[in-house]
């Protein structure tokens, strides 16, 4: 029985598939401070003027330049794994399949738009790039491409996890990048916040906010701020993920998927894993796609679909998207990059068509979860990942109850092996649950109170 399925470099995608082009209606668009749609020379500040393109485009097909091709190829095509000895543990009929992603320089998915992102800034001529990290993830990915790029990087790291989390940060520092814990005091958002509350553990939101702050207020013109995730180009970059795997699952003579599973915290894994298998079920195949989220940080199991922005000075355009409210800081969760108040539009518009099904689950029984994964499998999950997992296992045991040989998929975003300290505190009994209060909720929604409500537009077909 095969446990790996690989692709050679010559049969790599060569064309991302953007879900925009599909959607059964039409995704609401971004609105400016005016309430008017933005155009496409207001994000000139911000992102280069390529990735704007990507990021409007309705074009279904967008071909991957060779440059980056060739850079990919370090690690990808990435392996499609089976966890046979997770099925033998659980008794299950069940095939499970798992994309990982954890093979890449800086063990995540997120490289996959990192390399793009600094690729297309260079073509425009930008010398420097700055942006904001959770668990740091996305800071030391981005450090990464921008080594090989030559750019400098400059990283907002959530002060949580700058402090829970010191190995991210020499990860960036090691590929010669600046990270600093936010809010700092080198931007005026994050003074002011750190006026308010010195305390802070901080948010993405705040991170967002100081990172854009830093391009924006360059004098030279030649920084541009970077999202590691929500935004239509970086999901589209991530797409290269569901496409390998479809090839892959050929290859090895499974002719159809039951189950997409990704973790979800700005949607860009999630979305890397299930867009392509989105666009055949809108096509008519019988695929259930699930999201899943931390019930601490319920945003598409509980929040609502509304316009918000994507940081908390609202330096952002508003973002058709599911959303706690941009104010939302989230508790101390060892899944750092689940922490996020809002969600990519193109998955929120996918969740409100019915195309996904969103669940969510608790810390500890997402870290059981993580230690079967490592007892049986052996390789030791990113906390984000186990979230993915504790969907897998549970659809397993269903398949075991219906006796049904299903087939089940997942993006498995990255390895843990920098996050152990969240395990040990784990193995020791120092964690605890914390599912959104209802209280809280409802304090943290009303930073979007008097915002423009987004139409819930679906085709009622799922
Ligand atoms: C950042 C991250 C996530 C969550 O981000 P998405 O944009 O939702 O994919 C999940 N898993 C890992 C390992 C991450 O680094």
Not at 43 to 63: G, H, K, T, Y
Not at 145 to 174: E, H, T, W
């Amino acid at each position: 029985m095969s446990v790996k399925v690989l692709l050679n470099e010559d049969e790599i995608p060569r064309q991302w598939y953007n879900l925009a082009a599909d959607l059964p209606t039409p995704m609401q668009p971004p609105l400016g401070p005016d309430g008017n749609p933005v155009k496409a020379e207001d994000l000139a500040p911000i992102f280069p003027m390529n990735l704007i393109e990507q990021e409007v485009s309705q074009q279904r097909w967008i071909d991957i330049p060779e440059e980056i091709l060739q850079i990919l190829y370090r690690w990808r095509p990435s392996p499609l794994r089976r966890a046979v000895f997770l099925e033998k543990a659980l008794g299950t009929p069940a095939k499970i399949y798992y994309k990982d992603e954890g093979v890449s320089p800086a063990g995540s998915h997120k490289p996959n738009t990192a390399v793009p992102q600094a690729w297309y800034n260079k073509q425009f001529g930008i010398k420097s790039i700055t942006t904001e990290t959770g668990a740091g993830q996305w800071g030391s990915a981005l450090a990464f491409a921008c080594a090989l790029m030559g750019l400098k990087c400059k990283v907002y790291m959530v002060r949580i996890s700058f402090d829970q989390k010191p190995f991210r940060k020499m990860m960036m520092n090691v590929w010669g990048a600046d990270c600093v814990a936010s809010p700092s005091t080198q931007t005026q958002a994050g003074r002011d916040i750190l006026a308010r509350y010195p305390d802070t553990p901080g948010s993405l939101g705040i991170a967002i906010s100081e990172a854009i702050e830093e391009a924006v207020t360059d004098k030279t013109g030649q920084t541009r701020y970077s999202l590691g995730s929500v935004l239509n180009h970086v999901l589209l970059h991530q797409t290269i993920i569901g496409l390998e795997a479809k090839k892959q699952l050929q290859k090895i003579g499974e002719k159809k998927v039951d189950v997409v599973i990704g973790c979800a915290g700005g949607g860009s894994n999630f979305a890397g894993i299930a867009f392509p298998f989105i666009a055949d079920k809108i096509n008519g195949a019988d695929i259930e796609i699930y999201p899943v989220e931390p019930t601490s940080c319920p945003t598409l199991t509980r929040a609502p679909f509304t316009y918000d922005h994507g940081d908390v000075a609202k330096m952002t355009p508003l973002l058709p998207m599911h959303t706690l409210g941009h104010a939302f800081v989230s508790p101390p969760i060892h899944a750092g990059g689940l922490r996020y108040h809002g969600m990519a539009p193109l998955v929120s518009q996918a969740v409100v068509e019915g195309l996904a099904t969103p669940k969510a689950y608790d810390q500890l029984h997402c870290y059981d979860s993580a230690l079967l994964w490592a007892r049986t499998e052996g390789y030791i999950p990113a906390p984000e990942t186990s979230h993915a997992i504790t969907a897998v296992i549970e659809e397993a045991k269903k398949a075991k109850e219906e006796g049904k040989e299903k087939v089940i998929l997942f993006s498995w975003s990255g390895h843990g092996l920098m996050d152990l300290v969240g395990y040990a505190n784990f193995m020791a009994g120092k964690l605890i649950d914390y599912p959104l209060p209802e209280d809280e909720l409802r304090e943290s929604l009303k930073s979007i109170e008097g915002l423009p409500k987004a139409p819930m537009v679906r085709s009622g077909r799922w």
